[in-house]
């Protein structure tokens, strides 16, 4: 690329050949606050091209729950690419032995469907239901994120005045799948009983267990447990998107832990530590309408699905989720990180509150209180926050400037760095409240 590569020469080379420089808008974010391009990744940390290093908190959305470059899961990697990178066609040894890991530690997996994103399991998923039901209409709730495509990018960061209405998230999609997409509030059980006495074409219910696109909306007791006794009751599948919640605060997923099954579960992110696979799992019956020999009713198809690259990285990350105190050790930290922040905007009197769950913590500026659903997540002061972020850069924090988003921790951050964040923010209050 020359001598004389920089953040600033490869943004603007980005820029030309690249929409907005980035892959996705939310990447293109990271330019908030100047030009930056990466150009490594070890352990806890990210190095920029021009050299500056970065103890990572965003850890690309949260799927690198080990550390960049774990070597055992590298290993694993390297040694599957020496037997041979792509096959596409019939199965493997691999493949079998991780899809029975899989239905062995999630409650609800009997078979799988390997796939490469988590928007493809959401959409296997629901395309499974309708079959099932032969219906049309999904409910999914405020706030949740379940991927990009027309079914269900719906209402997840509505404005106020869009509140409770469907809110398509992106030019260009398809009207009628906006239109049998019914947005309900999360921790509202009485909301779904209502819808099912109102429709009588819903093909499915999807619902993050926590949902984490809005910092962490925690689920109140019996909230699940309705979404499963209402779908059960009128045969309709029951979807959990575990893409986030799944493998990070448990390695049998968030359904073992609140004790609720649901029929399907969509499942990527930190099963394969920072590389790509993803799957959806769950009934046999379900499931196996798509069967491989086409004449079963549901296509699930894609070259790269079961990529042995994937495969081998999900296997060693499996093991280690399931031998090592990883997801304890990484909670128990996360913990520590949401009651420091807590104390230090106590000690500033910045009005504020630090949210999460496990390993997964996000200060939010200008609202107090536990938030229940998306509304509660309305009104963060969205300044303060850029303000926040911007300086915690400036001393060596990379995490999205997004204020609705959240910060991870994976196994290779520790005390120090523990330390460090919390010196670091209390440096950045200070100068918000000087300021």
């Known amino acids: 690329m020359g001598d004389d590569v920089t953040n600033r020469s490869v943004v603007s080379r980005a820029r030309a050949v690249i929409p907005g420089g980035a892959q996705t808008g939310l990447r293109a974010q990271a330019y908030d606050f100047g030009e930056i391009a990466f150009s490594g990744a070890a352990g806890a940390t990210l190095e920029a091209v021009d050299g500056e290093v970065f103890t990572d908190y965003h850890l690309a959305f949260g799927p690198i ?6 070597p055992p899961v590298d290993e694993a990697v390297t040694n599957t690419i020496d037997e041979g990178v792509l096959y596409g066609t019939a199965t493997t040894p691999l493949e079998v032995e991780v899809a029975e890991r899989l239905v062995d530690l999630v409650p609800s997996a009997e078979q799988v469907n390997f796939c490469n994103s988590g928007t493809e399991a959401t959409y296997h998923a629901i395309r499974l239901a309708r079959a099932y039901t032969g219906n049309d209409r999904v409910i999914k709730f405020e706030g949740c994120y379940h991927g990009w495509h027309d079914y269900v990018d719906v209402s997840v960061y509505p404005p106020q005045e869009r ?13 009628e799948a906006v239109e049998h997409t019914e947005v309900l509030p999360f921790n509202d059980p009485g909301a779904l009983e209502d819808a099912f006495e109102e429709f009588d074409d819903v093909a499915a219910v999807i619902c993050e267990p926590i949902p984490h696109s809005v910092g962490c909306l925690l689920p109140e007791e019996g909230f699940l447990e309705t979404l499963r006794e209402v779908t059960a009751e009128n045969d309709v599948p029951l979807i959990f998107d575990e893409v986030i919640t799944g493998f990070r605060h448990s390695a049998r997923g968030m359904q073992h832990e609140f004790g609720v099954t649901p029929d399907l579960t969509c499942l990527a992110k930190a099963m394969g530590n920072g590389y790509p696979i993803a799957a959806v799992c769950g009934r046999e019956n379900l499931m196996a309408q798509a069967g491989g020999d086409n004449t079963s009713g549901v296509v699930i198809s894609g070259t790269y699905s079961g990529h042995p690259v994937g495969l081998a990285a999900a296997r060693e990350t499996l ?3 399931e031998t090592e105190p990883v997801v304890e050790e990484i909670s128990a930290l996360g913990e520590r990180y949401r009651e420091g922040l807590e104390g230090l905007l106590a000690d500033h009197g910045i009005e504020g509150r630090a949210v999460g769950y496990g390993s997964v913590f996000s200060p939010q500026f200008g609202v107090t209180g ?10 963060l002061d969205e300044e303060r926050f850029a303000e926040f972020a911007r300086g915690m850069r400036e001393r060596g924090h990379f995490f999205t400037p997004n204020p609705y988003k959240r910060q991870h921790l994976s196994w290779a951050h520790g005390e120090r760095v523990f330390e460090t964040y919390l010196a670091d923010a209390d440096a950045v209050l200070g100068s918000l409240t000087s300021g």
């Open 319 to 321: 093991r280690l989720l």
């Open 65 to 70: 729950v080990l550390g960049h470059g774990h």
């Open 370 to 379: 536990e938030p229940r659903n998306y509304e509660d997540v309305l009104g």
């Open 163 to 175: 509140v409770g209405k469907r809110h398509p998230e992106s030019d260009g999609m398809l009207p």
